[in-house]
């Protein structure tokens, strides 16, 4: 398997602009995870999903910020319009529902917002 | 909610020495994880602890649950250089998420 893979690796954009990330978890994974990792705060968890469902959001920081999961192979987080203060290092995460609950990251997503 | 915190936040050591970092969590954990992230790279699985207490090792890591299951350590024998990175311990209680300690980045002097 070639683990989980997200898209883009580095983004690059205007204060505005709607950005977009993408995650395909591990095949046979329930549970996908979003988060978003600065120095000043850590990892955070924005958003999670069992069975394509999102469970608890309360992570998500402001309206901005949505994501969704339209099947088990897909999900996106989309920022409208961007800020400065938004870039980090986003990461999606999978893993089996059922224990062990071992969190697989992809490579993460660098967005730097000017 | 449940919070998770982790001292100490940098940790400098000499190649060779041991280094230590501590997981505290404000609620009884199901269980505890703890990964690594190496410079630019993402979170890596090494561990789970489920069993109040346990101790379990990975050649010159070491890492415990504590009692209570409300703390946890991880320790490393003889640093070397390939152990450089941060060191996060997450847990969850139940069916909830896991939850991130910020981690404790060591850096180790050749």
């Known amino acids: 398997d070639a683990g989980v893979i997200q898209s883009p690796r580095h983004e690059v954009t205007e204060m505005g602009q709607e950005v977009t990330l993408r995650c395909k978890p591990i095949?046979?994974?329930?549970?996908l995870f979003w988060y978003r990792q600065t120095m000043m705060r850590g990892l955070e968890l924005l958003i999670y999903?069992?069975?394509?469902?999102?469970?608890?959001d309360s992570g998500m920081p402001e309206d901005r910020f949505s994501a969704k999961m339209p099947n088990a192979s897909f999900s996106t987080l989309k920022i409208q319009p961007s800020e400065p203060r938004d870039s980090a290092v986003y990461f999606c995460a999978s893993s089996k529902h059922n224990a062990p609950l071992e969190a697989f990251f992809g490579q993460g997503t660098r967005l730097t917002v000017v | 909610g449940q919070q998770v915190m982790q001292i100490p936040q940098y940790q400098h050591v000499q190649e060779g020495e041991d280094f230590t970092t501590y997981c505290n969590s404000s609620t009884t954990l199901s269980n505890i994880q703890w990964y690594k992230q190496r410079p630019g790279g993402h979170p890596v699985f090494l561990i789970q602890?489920?069993?109040?207490?346990e101790v379990k090792k990975q050649k010159r890591l070491t890492f415990q649950f504590g009692e209570a299951k409300k703390n946890s350590s991880l320790h490393i024998t003889a640093t070397q250089t390939t152990d450089v990175g941060t060191y996060f311990c997450?847990?969850?209680?139940?069916?909830?998420?896991?939850?991130f300690g910020k981690g404790t980045r060591l850096s180790v002097i050749a």
């Open positions: 602890l489920v069993k109040s207490g």
């Open positions: 095949s046979g994974h329930n549970s």
């Open positions: 997450a847990g969850n209680s139940g069916n909830t998420p896991l939850v």
């Open positions: 999903f069992n069975n394509n469902v999102p469970i608890d």
